[in-house]
């Protein structure tokens, strides 16, 4: 083992291919791929399965297969192959020259079935799906042998090959495998290998009318790639004998399945099918938009990759099924820009703040640190004019006794900048607060070498003459339970969308340095959280997403 492989947490899987290693199977190698189906965008869940199978093949010098599972021709869209390869891309998930699909081998898998119809395990049956799945039996109950399970073979090639031809109706055969309808394991009671369907395939159009399923063509994809660790979730566990049994009996290449538990997280839902109906029945704003659990989202909501690596890293790989707090990974994106974003200034909720005895027309410029957890991240100069803008909860006119912050007669700092005191405050007849009128002392002035006195808050601004306008989107959870999922009582996911997921605030007012901020960029608004900008942005309107809040506030909350 390398010194960079020891670094990596150990897991089950990897005692298992170390195990595969140490005595010669697969010669030494590690190929691993990841399989979707291209019916919508990946999600988090995903990105466990693609760090885990990448992680994998980088640290044994392996290779990785980005390999489409589309052998279901209905559900399956080029959109969606498109943005998976965008997204595993972005994850640095590097598989190379090989984008390859299923769909590929479809030829390849007919001369497979033919041989298994060839050698007696595999028949023809005309039975309508209803009878198939009353022979079935259930876990405690054998299965019944089809009437036409000893049909001969040269009748059962005659038929499969017309199937093939279309000659029939969607439905009227399909091809099983002929193992034992009394298995315990039900998956091996004659599962169905091939059916009709007459549908368009993405890829190869109306050349095929039968298709593949799922657990016949798994194995056999994964065979042809010469993949040698098959990575998949629990609920395929009882499918690995039959996954051992086509590869046996077809006597070709043979990879390992490994079965590990399925990812979830807290506060969403993770199935493709759910996440498809919140966009299609609009209660979010697209597959990417920044409340949903997608790696298209999470990327324009301002996550980065490094901090779903880390996250996926730290939640390991289990063998039971388990949740994961949302917090930790609002934790790990936190770690990561607080070494990467520079601060920044931004009033989201502003007030106008006057200095009278700051000379109308006069300004200068204070010096900010970009980054204090970045030496390499350097200084700017921030506008300073007698008007400025400050966050209305900033001041309270009648403060709670822990309030630090501005209040009539009270100082603050500004930061970067000076300390100033509250000395009159203007309301409109509503009685709502328009200005606060505060004079500023020339003795605290940031940088003046002057001994500088202590006071207790210090609070953001920006220049209000210099300020630039901006769009500014908070995301809350888009589900307001902790398992909006599977609930008992009749309830579903929908009934737990939370109403306030998403709050767009028109006026926020930044300090003029993000004027030139590109698509992407990321920021951490001093006291408020991370910001990216947002793909909606428009010359001289830029549109922000908060990517997470500084503190874990929604803890707290609950408490
Ligand atoms: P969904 O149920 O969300 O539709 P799926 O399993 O049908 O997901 P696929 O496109 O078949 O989606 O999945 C591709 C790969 O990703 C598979 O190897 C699958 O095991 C893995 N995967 C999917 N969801 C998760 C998850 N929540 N945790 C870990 N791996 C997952
Ligand atoms: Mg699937």
């Excluded at 290449?253 to 498809?276: C, D, G, W």
């Excluded at 901020?517 to 010359?539: I, M, N, P, T």
Aim: net charge negative; proline share 5%.
């Amino acid at each position: 083992m390398s010194e960079n492989e020891k670094l990596v947490q150990s897991n089950f899987i990897r005692d298992i291919i170390d195990e595969h290693n140490r005595n010669g199977h697969f010669e030494n190698r590690v190929h691993t791929r990841f399989p979707p189906e291209p019916n919508g965008y990946l999600h988090i869940g995903h990105a466990k399965s693609i760090c885990l199978n990448y992680g994998i093949a980088r640290d044994y010098k392996g290779k990785f297969n980005l390999r489409f599972d589309d052998t279901n021709p209905v559900k399956e869209e080029v959109e969606y192959v498109e943005s998976i390869i965008e997204d595993v891309k972005w994850l640095g998930a590097d598989f190379e020259d090989r984008i390859l699909f299923a769909s590929d081998y479809f030829d390849q898998m007919y001369e497979y079935a033919v041989q298994l119809v060839e050698k007696g395990v595999a028949y023809v049956d005309g039975q309508t799906p209803e009878q198939i799945r009353e022979q079935r039996g259930t876990p405690n109950e054998p299965g019944k042998n089809s009437p036409h399970r000893e049909r001969s073979i040269e009748e059962n090639l005659d038929l499969f090959t017309r199937m093939k031809n279309g000659e029939f109706k969607d439905g009227e055969y399909v091809l099983r495998a002929k193992i034992d309808m009394s298995s315990p394991n039900i998956n091996l009671r004659d599962p169905i290998m091939y059916r009709i369907l007459h549908a368009d395939h993405h890829r190869t159009g109306d050349k095929w009318c039968i298709y593949p399923m799922y657990d016949w063509a798994h194995g056999l994809e994964d065979s042809i790639e010469g993949i040698t660790h098959s990575i998949c979730t629990l609920e395929f566990e009882n499918h690995r004998p039959l996954y051992d049994w086509y590869l046996d009996q077809l006597g070709v290449y043979h990879p390992q399945q490994i079965e590990f538990a399925r990812f979830n997280l807290t506060y969403t839902v993770m199935s493709k099918r759910k996440l498809l109906s919140l966009v299609s029945d609009g209660h979010v704003n697209g597959w990417n938009d920044p409340r949903m659990p997608t790696i298209s989202a999470f990327r324009r909501r301002g996550y980065t990759p490094e901090s779903l690596w880390a996250f996926t890293d730290k939640i390991g790989v289990a063998k039971r099924e388990n949740t994961t707090d949302v917090a930790l990974l609002e934790y790990s994106i936190r770690e990561d820009l607080n070494k990467k974003a520079n601060r920044v200034m931004a009033v989201l909720n502003p007030v106008k703040l006057v200095l009278t005895n700051y000379p109308e027309g006069q300004e200068e410029e204070f010096e900010a640190v970009n980054n204090p957890e970045d030496e390499n991240a350097g200084k700017r100069k921030i506008k300073f004019t007698r008007e400025l803008y400050i966050e209305q909860d900033d001041f309270q006119e009648v403060p709670h006794k822990k309030f630090f912050r501005l209040q009539p007669g009270g100082e603050v700092r500004l930061r970067y900048a000076c300390i100033i005191k509250c000395e009159e405050v203007i309301k409109d007849e509503a009685g709502n607060i328009i200005e606060l009128r505060c004079t500023f002392d020339p003795e605290t002035k940031s940088g003046s070498g002057i001994p500088q006195r202590k006071v207790k808050g210090t609070i953001h601004w920006v220049s209000a003459k210099y300020a630039i306008d901006s769009e500014v989107r908070l995301y809350d959870r888009l589900f307001n339970d902790e398992n909006p999922d599977g609930k008992k009582d009749g309830t579903n996911y929908l009934d737990y969308l939370n109403p306030n997921s998403l709050e767009v605030i028109t006026n926020a007012k930044l300090e003029p340095s993000l004027a030139s901020a590109a698509v992407g960029e990321k920021f951490q608004f001093e006291r408020l959280g991370y910001f990216c900008v947002d793909q909606d942005s428009e010359k001289g309107r830029l549109v922000f997403n908060r990517t997470v809040t500084l503190r874990d506030s929604w803890s707290k909350i609950q408490k």
